[in-house]
């Protein structure tokens, strides 16, 4: 055991080693440490002078005066320790964040193992700043996270994983996918250099990875690493985790056009959502159903789906404004022109003060326009709003794809009106972000 510990960089002192060293820290001297033991001062010297060791009633007598009960320094306490750590990382992984919160204040004394044992003190606080993120907490997350950088090239790389996984984390839920990628890439780096890097792996990783690959849809790379989260998390139980995972794997495959296989798995994921009676993955499924069918151009078929998603998803949602801008858009394929003004007016009317949103009907609206009139030369103000305002929008915010339906809709218009290099540039436009996103991220030209 003492070997295997040392090799991993966990036994860099033996327990002689750090009883001293905490002694010197709360300056106390061999007669008070001795007293503290109920031995001898003499016992103290040969003991620190490597002719004897301590028993365990010792061992527990200076933890108790050095503040560091239920702190470890033995061997076997370090391994008891390191499995409650992990054990904790899971739960806020589950979002078990009651139980976590409970953990997270008992070792709040971990600061006092510091002059003793760096690694298992950063450690622990590491995995407090997991969830601390996980419970919203990001100011003072953020802040320890900096006090944390400038000890980055002494960590071992266990440490150094969770520094980048907290990193990605913490960009993650404000809103950085690219810098979430970045850190969480770090981290995928160490643990692939590093077989048994972590005591068991850590299906979060993979998930975030895939989350940061989905939003900024570059499906090759999220199937990959939605397949390694579903299966680094078979013994964990979250809520619907697997479900999650399904759809998000369906999603992906949309995007790659595989419309067969997304269709295969949605209804799977619908049979599991209605078996739990779970209304909000039955709304996201006939939402997803919906967009399969709009894939398609089964424009009615879709428009069907879209409003029975909308019974089930929460009106003013993010997942309702998108399933009405997805019903819309289809309606205008029908060329339903004057339902698609009503519902138009009634989505402007539901995200008052809502910028994103606002923005993307308002596109809908000159989306709406130029289908209406495609073969006008009268159309410059609001092709003009498509190519310098919406469409750049799209991309800023990920929306790739939805991107390419603009370039679409005016790659037609441009071809109406016989005006071929305009419709070779929105061509062109339309393979650059294929590009983007299939063929330079695992895709085939």
């Not at 002689?16 to 820290?25: D, G, P, S, V």
């Not at 090759?220 to 989260?229: G, M, V």
């Not at 369906?250 to 619908?270: F, G, H, T, V």
């Not at 404004?321 to 402007?348: G, P």
Request: aromatic share 14%; charged share 25%; proline share 2%.
């Amino acid at each position: 055991m003492k070997s295997e510990l040392r090799r991993n960089g966990l036994l860099k002192l033996s327990v002689t080693e750090k009883i001293y060293a905490l002694r010197k820290k709360n300056n106390i001297n061999q007669e008070v440490l001795a007293e503290i033991m109920r031995v001898g001062r003499e016992r103290i010297s040969r003991i620190e002078r490597g002719k004897e060791e301590y028993i365990q009633a010792q061992i527990d007598a200076a933890k108790k005066s050095f503040r560091i009960v239920g702190l470890p320094i033995t061997e076997r306490e370090i391994v008891v320790f390191l499995e409650t750590l992990y054990h904790w990382r899971d739960l806020i992984g589950a979002k078990r964040l009651d139980e976590a919160r409970v953990k997270y204040k008992e070792l709040s004394n971990i600061g006092n193992l510091e002059p003793c044992d760096f690694h298992m003190v950063t450690l622990c606080k590491l995995i407090g700043i997991r969830f601390l993120i996980a419970d919203n907490n990001y100011i003072v997350a953020e802040k320890e996270l900096k006090n944390y950088e400038k000890h980055l090239e002494k960590m071992t790389n266990e440490c150094k994983y969770h520094y980048y996984f907290n990193k990605g984390f913490l960009n993650a839920r404000q809103g950085h996918p690219e810098k979430s990628l970045d850190f969480y890439l770090k981290a995928y780096e160490l643990v692939e250099n590093q077989k048994d890097l972590l005591p068991r792996p850590d299906g979060w990783l993979y998930y975030g990875i895939a989350w940061c690959y989905s939003y900024m849809e570059i499906p090759y790379h999220a199937l990959t690493f939605w397949r390694k989260a579903r299966q680094a998390h078979v013994e964990i139980k979250a809520d619907n985790f697997t479900l999650y995972i399904d759809h998000s794997v369906a999603i992906n495959y949309m995007r790659m056009n595989q419309l067969r296989d997304a269709e295969s798995l949605l209804n799977k994921c619908m049979v599991t959502s209605e078996s739990t009676k779970d209304n909000y993955y039955v709304g996201m499924t006939l939402y997803s159903f919906g967009f399969l069918h709009k894939q398609r151009e089964n424009w009615n078929a879709a428009i069907e789906y879209f409003d029975k998603a909308s019974k089930y998803l929460l009106n003013s949602s993010d997942n309702c404004y998108t399933s009405l801008y997805h019903k819309i858009y289809c309606v205008i394929h029908t060329r339903a022109f004057t339902e698609a003004r009503q519902l138009l007016e009634y989505a402007k009317t539901t995200c008052v003060g809502n910028k994103l949103w606002t923005s993307y009907y308002e596109a809908l609206e000159h989306y709406l326009k130029i289908s209406k009139n495609m073969t006008s030369h009268d159309n410059g103000k609001i092709i003009e709003y498509i190519e310098n305002i919406a469409i750049p929008y799209f991309i800023k915010q990920h929306d790739y794809f939805i991107a390419i339906d603009y370039y679409a809709l005016l790659e037609r218009h441009y071809e109406k009106i016989n005006s071929r290099m305009r419709s070779l540039e929105m061509t062109k436009a339309i393979y650059g972000i294929y590009k983007r996103c299939l063929i330079d991220h695992g895709g085939r030209d």
